[in-house]
């Protein structure tokens, strides 16, 4: 088998390939209906349009007086002529000159009232009300008019999007009770290395355990798909042809470890010999480098060589294979999720990799500080579990202060 030749890329270049593979992805081809208490999570096959206007009626927002604002710079007293509910049915009444409906929130405004002023701002008399002194209402003021937030037949949300709760929320508003979302994708995920053992064996001196099958796994039903575990592959050209055979059932296949320059990686020699396009060998990143993007034609099916050291595994991941994985389940917008924030120690590094750092970011409402967390490298899951993010430092920074301003990477 002839080496494949190595297209080593920056991060960045290695993200955009990604991305441009990703949004040329099809749709998924088939969709099913779920109600919307099992929709969470689940990737929107059809929009959701709006049933009617939202809101429906003129709304009040606030609990007070439906009233003629006009009225309110004469500074009179106001005669309440009737009350009005949140649920309530539009009431025949109207409001007239110098008079009021008390008004709850929620509730559809009066004919002839065009403001609502708010029961705190008002002396409340024995046969009627008295705004403040001074007090005055602009025409429209405490109220939502009707169609403001949607139109009926308007999308409130399009396809592709995943369904959190403010998704859930919309959708119910619009009358939905069952949502059309898409299948899910099936990962593959594929340990390979002769020290793996799996949990719950006996773990010899030598060996480790294999812990990036199951972060994965978490990783992938995150991203959208169902996980598959598949069986430990030894670092034998036969084993891993064997198991790659399994793996190509799914929708994408994530391999861990092999890809790294020693003797028995032979993952991407086993890939080259499937007829795979390598469409990056390696990054220019850290942790991470030995990252393998590719094509398996005959297949038409996507793969990625994960490195094996599991903070290696896992950042790659949500760099690289989450965006596809999440396409793949028909997401519009698949990237991963970056935010500002200050670095709260000075660090160094030689340039030319962009880093990414375990880091903890502060979870204060009214500070954005990050501070990086010390590790002994890509191998340390165990700082690594102490993080909620990880600081990207690009290539060409050799040097930061503390206070200086980062993109971090946020992770979950
Ligand atoms: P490799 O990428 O196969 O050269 O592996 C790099 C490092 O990651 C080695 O220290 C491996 O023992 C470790 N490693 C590889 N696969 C796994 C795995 N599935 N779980 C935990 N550690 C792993
Ligand atoms: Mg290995």
Not at 126 to 137: E, F, K, T
Not at 169 to 179: D, E, I, K, M, R
Not at 253 to 281: I, P
């Amino acid at each position: 088998m002839p080496p494949q030749e190595e297209i080593i890329l920056d991060y960045t270049e290695a993200a955009a390939i990604v991305l441009a593979r990703a949004a040329r992805l099809s749709q998924p081809s088939q969709a099913e209906t779920v109600s919307v208490e099992k929709a969470a999570g689940r990737v929107l096959a059809a929009s959701i349009t709006a049933d009617r206007n939202q809101p429906p009626f003129d709304r009040s927002t606030r609990d007070g007086y439906a009233v003629r604002s006009a009225d309110l710079q004469v500074g009179e007293r106001l005669k309440v002529v009737a009350q009005l509910r949140a649920g309530q049915p539009a009431l025949t009444t109207s409001v007239g000159r110098g008079e009021a409906i008390e008004i709850m929130t929620g509730a559809p405004m009066p004919a002839g009232a065009d403001a609502v002023l708010m029961v705190e701002h008002v002396d409340v008399l024995a046969d009627g009300i008295r705004p403040h002194a001074g007090r005055s209402l602009k025409p429209g003021e405490n109220i939502v008019p009707a169609g403001a937030e949607a139109r009926t037949g308007g999308i409130i949300v399009p396809a592709g999007t995943r369904l959190r709760a403010t998704h859930l929320g919309a959708a119910v508003s619009c009358g939905a009770a069952v949502v059309d979302v898409y299948r899910q994708p099936r990962i593959a995920i594929l340990a390979t290395g002769d020290e793996l053992v799996e949990p719950g064996e006996m773990v010899k001196d030598f060996q480790i355990r294999n812990s990036n099958s199951y972060s994965l796994a978490v990783q992938v039903e995150r991203a959208g798909g169902i996980p598959g575990r598949l069986p430990i592959a030894r670092d034998t050209l036969e084993d891993l042809q064997r198991s790659l055979e399994t793996a190509t059932l799914s929708d994408l296949v994530l391999l861990s470890g092999g890809v790294s320059m020693g003797k028995f990686d032979f993952v991407e020699q086993v890939l080259t010999s499937r007829g795979a396009q390598f469409l990056f060998t390696g990054v220019r990143m850290q942790p991470g480098r030995p990252v393998v993007f590719g094509h398996l034609r005959e297949q038409s099916k996507y793969f990625f060589g994960l490195p094996g050291n599991p903070v290696s595994t896992m950042v790659t991941f949500a760099l690289f294979a989450a965006p596809l994985i999440r396409a793949l389940g028909g997401e519009t917008e698949p990237r991963p999720l970056f935010a500002r924030a200050h670095i709260a120690a000075p660090f160094r590094h030689k340039p030319g990799l962009t880093r990414f750092l375990p880091a903890s970011l502060s979870t204060d409402w009214d500070r954005a500080d990050v501070m990086p967390i010390a590790w002994q490298g890509s191998g340390d899951l165990a700082a690594t579990a102490r993080a909620n993010c990880f600081i990207v430092i690009p290539p060409d920074v050799q040097e930061l202060t503390a206070g200086d301003d980062v993109s971090v990477l946020l992770v979950d």
